[in-house]
């Protein structure tokens, strides 16, 4: 039997390699160069799109640890970065060129990989399937994708708002609170005076913008603007909008706040905080600068930066398995940005799951999801576990994990090595009891 790959980015790629690489034959669709992409340049398979790095190398930072763990797991892309690096200091900085070369050249030389170049338009429901058409998912698939999940796609222009460390947070300056008092106190809420609002929309006015790509029209829905664009549209407008106080009295004056900033937990140990309305096309240090103007946020430190970006990914909670299998139709498997995460390195980690999960189905052997003490198998428990209200993609990062038992007595950067540490030891053990 043989497993059908739509997409060969880097999850394509990885989950193609993973499945050769256990003795099960690979078809590998990809509809470049006959069908282009808005940004891709090449026909070679992982081409990187943007010219940014695969991040940290450091143990301390979550993503370092992610590409430590795909190391040992065996990933082709972690390989082929490794073979391809430019020296960048603490950041793995590859040629692109060198990179997408030596991955196809691996792919296109494996007996057991044929890489086809067409367009899938249908998804066969009598096959083994991985879709990783990633975030410039073609219409078609889209819409076939669609017909399957039955749930609408969170799609096209993704506005994300930033996520704060609960840690970083001045809880002395804040207050939790429900508007009108209804619910158990969910929100974490930062008022701001008459003087605090205007200088904060206009420092947000003067703040540096990242341009659209070419092939991203800035067709914003109405319901999740920009903050800066909503604030062009006059001094009020954010008082109005997300910043509205009404309904929320500070329990230290009894008043209502001239403005509020709202933080909603975004996990259920309450690790991680997502500014509430505050999606953003702000460059990322000018996130920094501007939303720690808010009071409470004057330390903040952002576990992920607010975006507004060409994207098609599911609602993962409600439609995948952990095992990143659909809930319907257990056959078919998502990889890659398409699952819910954000970066090449999760991608690559969401296509190596799926890639060793559909090779085991194949081999009727049982599936696989790695502890969530991991930096992969925090991911999918993101996925798994989100609220389906509010998912939104996630990068890996710290807030994600099981927290250490002694974390609060240590510095950061222990603390985050003590993690590391556990997780590479956890990982280990777990390949071991699972034959991977």
Not at 64 to 78: A, F, Q, T, V
Not at 163 to 177: G, L, M, P, Q, R
């Amino acid at each position: 039997m043989e497993v059908l790959v739509i997409g060969g980015g880097l999850a394509g790629s990885e989950a193609s390699w993973q499945i050769a690489k256990r003795g099960v034959k690979v078809r590998l669709y990809e509809m470049r160069p006959f069908k282009k992409t808005p940004a891709h340049k090449t026909d070679r398979l992982a081409e990187l799109v943007c010219s940014n790095s695969l991040r940290s190398k450091e143990l301390n930072k979550a993503v370092g640890l992610l590409k430590e763990e795909l190391k040992i797991l065996g990933s082709l892309i972690m390989e082929a970065a490794i073979n391809c690096e430019i020296k960048g200091g603490k950041s793995l900085i590859v040629d692109r060129d060198c990179f997408s070369l030596y991955i196809s050249e691996k792919i296109l030389n494996h007996p057991l990989v044929e890489v086809i170049r067409e367009e899938v338009t249908e998804i066969p429901l009598d096959k083994v399937v991985i879709i990783a058409t990633g975030p410039l998912t073609s219409s078609s698939m889209a819409e076939a994708l669609s017909k399957l999940i039955e749930v609408p796609y969170l799609h096209f222009y993704d506005a994300i708002s930033p996520i704060v460390y609960a840690d970083s947070i001045n809880w002395e300056k804040v207050f939790i609170a429900d508007r009108y008092l209804e619910g158990e106190g969910v929100y974490v809420n930062c008022p701001l005076s008459k003087e605090e609002y205007e200088r904060f929309v206009k420092e947000l006015l003067k703040a540096e913008k990242v341009p659209l790509h070419s092939f991203e029209e800035p067709k914003y829905f109405e319901g999740c603007l920009p903050i800066e664009v909503m604030a062009e549209r006059g001094i009020d407008t954010l008082r109005f909008g997300p910043m509205k106080p009404v309904g929320l009295k500070d329990p230290r004056t009894g008043k209502e706040p001239y403005a509020i900033v709202q933080l909603r937990p975004e996990n259920e140990e309450k690790t991680l905080y997502n500014l509430v309305g505050f999606q953003t096309k702000l460059k990322y240090h000018e996130q920094v600068r501007v939303f720690r103007m808010i009071p409470g946020l004057e330390k903040a430190e952002f576990a992920r930066f607010g975006s507004v970006h060409r994207n098609t990914f599911v609602n993962a909670p409600l439609v995948l398995e952990p095992t990143l299998q659909l809930k319907k139709y257990p056959s078919i498997f998502l990889a890659g940005q398409i699952t819910g995460v954000e970066g090449y390195v999760e991608s690559t980690a969401m296509g190596l799951i799926a890639g060793i999960n559909a090779a085991r189905l194949v081999k009727h052997k049982s599936l696989i999801v790695p502890p969530p003490e991991t930096a992969i198998g925090a991911l999918i428990n993101y996925l798994k576990s989100a609220n389906p209200k509010y998912f939104q993609p996630m990068n890996i990062n710290w807030g994600l994990f099981q927290p250490l038992k002694e974390g609060k007595k240590l510095s950061k950067k222990l603390k985050y090595l003590k993690m590391a540490e556990r997780a590479l030891e956890t990982l280990k053990n777990w390949m071991k009891e699972n034959q991977i």
